[in-house]
């Protein structure tokens, strides 16, 4: 199952990005379509994961993450 983790912007989508990598998870940045005010830029990282650990990941390395869902 995919997670889906909002970001704020690319900068932090690629932060994020580059940070899974050094865990062996293999994320992919996408573009919101038509992204809400709160969604900042709207970016997400799309990462396969059973577990919540992705988005623990990024707020302890600091990278705010603004919504999170499994689709």
Known sequence: ???YIKVG??????RGQKLLRKYGYKPQIKKVENPSQTDGC??????AADSDEPV???KKNRI???EAERK
């Open 56 to 58: 623990e990941l990024l």
């Open 1 to 3: 199952m995919d997670l």
């Open 64 to 66: 705010e993450v603004r």
């Open 9 to 14: 912007s690319i900068t932090n989508a690629q």
């Open 42 to 47: 709207g970016y997400v990282i799309r990462v």
